[in-house]
């Protein structure tokens, strides 16, 4: 399958991500799954280009001892050997059936585990597939560019629902008669449409710039302007993040609302160095301290009455995060087993109802892989982006530097919205994610070659 084929496949999958497919319902699931893994597939059987970014070398060997921690969770064990590893496994099991059995894995339930597995190996097969594609700036652009108009369909779809009170719009989305007055598009939680748009403001931000052209050299402001005047692609495109930021504000999601401040804060402030000119960093840091003001000014105020009127103590948050650490403290080495939060924690909440989730990626995380498999996955995250970080530095590109920019600044806000939620376990936000720094990584590179290093 040639890259063009590849290309349009990948814009589909794009699209309908957010649609019921990329929920977590039904067959909806296991379908998004197959979907991601046949993109994988064909992309390895089609043309690929050899790839190199800064750290490769510990990303792979930190990707590989990941998975190897993973696969130990579900190795059967003589009961003696887990109750040195992970004591806590056998007194769970003593508790529910009143004896042990001659052997157990270090997970709880290794059927959920084993599942879990499965999907990060199909996350892990289509980041890696889209890393060896042979696609240059253009393509990547395009990519970027169709998630973009994704989402503003998706903000005004969910305008359109809103405005009905959230009914069963065009008879094929269900409706939420407890949250009728947010946004949510296509994805029946507000806060994990948050997290959606959050993703994709920045990236809007990044087009934009690349698109005006302000930082090419050799060029004076007035043939600037000319270029500016003659693109009409620049009044969508400057539409692109009012929509996106609107629609994160509708959503009601305090952390998205307060996710949507600081990451602009971030775009700005880092925005001052996409040029090397002196002169120019100090006017253009003067333009970003006064509309830094105004997004403060016009944001702020109601984004602390939500979180005043709304408390995280009222939702259970903070009981969540105690019972996980507690959880955690009882299985610190291996954890309970990854995808086994919903079932492990009924043994801690009190809670009335079923507790699928910790609303806190991290603290869920380190409970069910434990505190090895944990270090070493967000350290794999952690090159990553730093990898990404210092390539971004490098570059001089006028296009390529404010594109990366607005990567760099979607990374960040999902790395800090995930401090209060799990969106990430949502397969279309995941998919988006993992798109995001697959791309983001390759047009670091674009025509640059980067010594790999030991470190």
């Known amino acids: 399958m040639n890259k063009r084929t590849l290309r349009v496949f990948l814009q589909v999958l794009i699209v309908i991500s957010p649609l019921p497919l990329g929920c977590v319902a039904g067959i909806w699931l296991p ?23 800064l750290y490769q070398r510990p990303v792979r060997v930190l990707a590989i001892a990941f998975f190897v921690l993973l696969a130990v969770q579900l190795l059967p064990l003589p009961i003696f050997l887990l109750k040195w590893l992970s004591p806590g496994v056998p007194r769970v099991l003593e508790n529910l059936s009143g004896s042990l059995p001659a052997f157990h894995s270090l997970s709880l339930i290794p059927a959920e585990t084993l599942l879990a597995l499965a999907r990060f190996l199909v996350y892990a097969l289509f980041f890696i597939a889209l890393l060896r594609l042979d696609w240059d700036k253009n393509d990547i652009f395009v990519l970027f560019g169709t998630a973009v108009v994704s989402g503003i369909a998706q903000a005004i779809f969910g305008l359109l629902k809103l405005g009905q009170g959230n009914s069963n719009f ?69 539409l692109a993040p009012i929509l996106l930021a609107a629609a994160i504000y509708l959503t009601g999601c305090r952390s998205g609302i307060a996710v949507l401040v600081i990451s602009s804060l971030f775009f700005a402030q880092m925005s001052v160095y996409l040029r090397a000119n002196f002169r120019a960093r100090r006017h253009l840091r003067l333009v970003f301290i006064l509309a830094t003001l105004l997004a403060v000014f016009i944001g702020v105020q ?6 005043l009127t709304g408390s995280y103590i009222e939702n259970n948050r903070i009981d969540y995060w105690a019972n996980t650490l507690a959880m955690f403290r009882d299985f610190p080495l291996f954890g309970t087993g990854l995808g086994t939060f919903k079932y492990a924690y009924f043994l801690y909440g009190r809670e009335t109802g079923f507790v699928n989730h910790a609303h806190n990626e991290y603290v869920e995380s380190l409970s069910e892989m434990g505190v090895l498999a944990f270090m070493v996955f967000f350290a794999l995250l952690a090159f990553l982006v730093f990898s990404l970080l210092r390539m ?43 798109m995001i720094l697959a791309l983001g990584l390759k047009l670091a590179t674009h025509r640059h070659e980067f010594r790999n290093e030991k470190e």
């Open 31 to 53: 379908l998004c799954f197959s979907l991601f893994a046949l993109f994988a597939l064909l992309a390895f059987l089609g043309p690929q280009a050899p790839y190199k970014f």
């Open 392 to 434: 971004w530095i490098a570059r001089r590109h006028p296009e390529v530097k404010p594109v990366v920019l607005g990567v760099l600044t979607a990374l960040f806000a999902a790395i800090f919205h995930s401090f209060f939620d799990f969106s990430l376990r949502i397969p279309a936000n995941a998919f988006l994610f993992l």
């Open 170 to 238: 065009f008879l094929f989305f269900m409706p939420d008669a407890h949250m009728p007055g947010f946004m949510r598009g296509t994805i029946y939680n507000p806060d994990h449409f948050a997290f959606y748009l959050e993703l994709l403001f920045p990236l809007a931000l990044g087009l934009l710039f690349a698109h005006l052209h302000i930082f090419d050299p050799g060029q004076s402001l007035r043939e600037k302007i000319l270029h500016i005047a003659e693109d009409r692609r620049i009044i969508l495109l400057f």
């Open 302 to 307: 109601s984004t602390l009455d939500k979180f």
